[in-house]
């Protein structure tokens, strides 16, 4: 770590002191979890687009596009899906709905800021009145932001992002109308107003957030995940049970400060009632069908279901925000060592991204669980953990167990030392998730550096 890095940490550190005051920590003993509290917001909002799910519904791309208004769409995908059937699926309805369209497809696996703006350009001189977005989480992420800098170009690639990271400047109008159609069952994107962008000279990810990223419609047809390999459905999938984990354990919203103006609201605002619903239905279909999912590609049911879990935690996390699993998860990216991951064509250094999410997840949710211990025991209870004689004190170490279980099913890195990591990363790793500094924020428990350093430290194996 240099002396650049270590200020910036410090600094962050000092902004999740600011967001993250004694009071709206832990909720007292006895109350509710939605209880109001002093100087808490006492309202959420939620925003989820308009979502179509079936197999086969791929084929309605052209009237969706069509209904949306659409009449020269830019088809956003990736260099392996470019001659996929999906890819011809849609351009095929699209043109029979009478729609010009046009294809892009030089995004990386994982989306960076070259991506980015290799989209923008595509956009800024198409002249198009609509995106279709057809992939994972890399594509969807690089249409949200290509319409982003392809409409409103900005000196600094960074302008857009929050502090302490970003300008925090606002993005002056609309974006293009979006559809999205996922072909992966872990990053919820088509239902979230988040782009995660990986930003090439610091090395890691980065999460641009703003309502207007937001997909009007989605279009999940599970047909897309009939041939993926087991091992990226185990990533999606750990992707997926993260999200349902960290949106049920979050931060309750009313402990985070109430705003003044309804605009400034943040997408981020913690766990809520909404989340909870969606939350729960995800983490039941992980405890019911993960294990099938992935070790039986022609399982179907269990496929179907993981896709629509999927789409359900980001509905969720859309409106609640990760916290430490995905927080930690960038430390892991930033700093990963030569590893290759089987399933995936892709050069090395590479951890996919579900992966490098649940390496740390058990050592988590052992360390938040004190702070809401009801929370986490109902988690478990979802995800289908043996908790028989246990109560909610051993709701951490119930669910580690569980989450562990599903790794060895899935046969995923068995923690930090699978992905090439050992204890003397530590400190590095922990430096550079201090820079996440809203979803650090958003844990249930306040969190400070040192915390970190031991969550990495006792995540090097199970
Ligand atoms: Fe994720």
């Known amino acids: 770590m240099d002396d650049s890095e270590r200020g910036f940490t410090l600094h962050a550190e000092a902004v999740v002191e600011s967001l993250f005051s004694d009071e709206q920590g832990i909720p007292a003993m006895g109350c509710q979890y939605f209880d109001p509290c002093d100087h808490g917001a006492d309202t959420f909002t939620i925003a989820i687009p308009k979502v179509t799910f079936g197999r086969g519904c791929l084929h309605e791309a052209g009237a969706r596009a069509n209904g949306l208004g659409m009449t020269r769409v830019a088809v956003f995908t990736d260099p392996f899906l470019r001659d996929s059937a999906y890819v011809a699926t849609v351009l ?60 409103y170009p900005t000196g600094d690639f960074l ?46 990810k980065f999460v641009l957030g703003n309502p207007l990223l937001l997909p009007q419609e989605a279009l999940i047809d599970p047909i897309c995940c009939a041939t993926l390999p087991a091992m990226v459905v185990a990533s999606t999938g750990f992707d997926l049970l993260c999200h349902a984990l960290e949106c049920y354990t979050a931060r309750a919203y009313t402990r985070w400060d109430k705003v003044d103006d309804p605009r400034k609201r943040p997408l981020i605002q913690g766990a809520n009632p909404w989340s909870d619903l969606a939350a729960r239905k995800a983490l039941e279909i992980v405890g019911e069908y993960m294990d099938r999912g992935v070790n039986n590609a022609d399982d179907h049911q269990a496929r179907d279901q993981l896709m629509w879990g999927a789409s359900l935690a980001g509905m969720a996390f859309g409106n609640t925000g990760t916290h430490l699993g995905h927080a930690l998860s960038y430390g892991v990216t930033h700093l990963m060592h030569d590893v290759t991951t089987e399933g995936y064509t892709v050069k090395s250094p590479f951890v996919p991204h579900g992966i490098s999410v649940v390496v740390s997840a058990p050592a988590i949710f052992r360390y938040t669980a004190e702070a809401a211990p009801e929370r986490h025991f109902e988690a478990a209870g979802y995800l289908q953990a043996d908790l028989q004689g246990a109560g909610s004190a051993d709701s951490g170490e119930a669910l580690a167990k569980r989450i562990i279980e599903l790794m060895q099913k899935t046969g995923v890195p068995n923690g930090l030392n699978g992905v090439g990591f050992g204890p003397t990363d530590v400190p590095a790793l922990a430096a550079s998730t201090a820079r996440q500094v809203r979803a650090i924020a958003n844990s249930p428990r306040k969190t400070n550096l040192v915390d970190i350093e031991n969550i990495y430290a006792s995540a090097m194996s199970y």
Do not use: W
């Not at 709905?97 to 989209?119: K, N, P």
């Not at 992002?161 to 999205?180: E, M, Q, S, Y």
């Open 92 to 151: 095929d309805s699209l043109k029979q709905a009478g729609l010009d369209a046009a294809v892009f497809d030089e995004i990386t696996i994982e989306a960076d800021d070259a991506s980015v703006a290799r989209g923008a350009d595509f956009i800024a001189t198409g002249d198009f009145d609509g995106v279709v977005s057809v992939g994972g989480g890399s594509v969807i992420d690089t249409a949200k932001a290509a319409m982003v800098y392809g409409l």
């Open 159 to 204: 302008d857009y992002f929050a502090p302490p990271l970003g300008a925090g400047k606002t993005i002056p109008g609309r974006l293009l109308t979006h559809l999205a159609c996922p072909t992966t069952s872990g990053t919820g994107s088509e239902c979230t107003s988040l782009s995660v962008l990986r930003i090439n000279n610091l090395s890691t």
